[in-house]
């Protein structure tokens, strides 16, 4: 395999940017009570744990979280794999009267937050949902957008954003990569 085209965010820098989304998600809220985090599987689950943790670090609040599997809500499940593979969905909590931040790691088409909220409106009626990505590329196919973003990063369509965390990965950094590179 070759090298990336560019490094978005280095390890330093996506730290920052997930303090910045702590002290927006704050900030909008008025607080941190009554909030609770769901990370989508895979990258989205390690987001959501730093933010929280975060969150509490800033306002002493513990933030229930949680960790959402989508892959029987996805709409194109029948080109993904004759036998997908499902993951864990732990929501430990009642969603009720809690503002949910959905966490993911890149926003692209819109496509895995649509299977998210449907997944997540099956386990129950929270006051409100607000979104939260590391890194919005573009090129929605629906009507969807991020209420907090790391970074925006305009991309081409062959292009591809890996994001690689500590947690699955063993290094954080966000990179662009040409998809000819990655075949």
């Not at 990965?169 to 590179?181: F, N, P, Q, R, T």
Request: charged share 30%; aromatic share 2%; net charge negative.
């Amino acid at each position: 395999m070759s090298a990336p085209k560019a490094t978005i965010l280095s390890a330093d820098e996506v730290r920052r940017a997930m303090t910045r989304i702590a002290h927006e998600i704050i900030e909008r809220n008025k607080g941190a009570e009554n909030l609770a985090i769901i990370g989508i599987h895979t990258r989205g689950i390690p987001l959501a744990t730093r933010l929280a943790a975060k969150l509490n670090e800033l306002e002493g609040v513990e933030i229930p979280t949680g960790m959402l599997d989508i892959t029987l809500y996805r709409d194109d499940l029948s080109e993904v794999a004759h036998q997908p593979i499902i993951r864990e969905t732990q929501v430990p909590f009642d969603l009720g009267q809690r503002r949910v931040i959905l966490v993911d790691d890149v926003l692209y088409t819109g496509r895995t937050v649509r299977a998210a909220l449907d997944a997540l409106i099956d386990l129950g009626r929270p006051a409100g949902i607000q979104l939260a990505v590391l890194v919005d590329r573009g090129h929605r196919e629906l009507p969807i957008r991020a209420d907090y973003v790391g970074k925006n990063l305009p991309t081409a369509a062959s292009e591809v954003v890996k994001v690689k965390l500590q947690e699955t990965d063993g290094v954080d950094s966000v990179e662009l990569w040409d998809l000819e590179d990655l075949k």
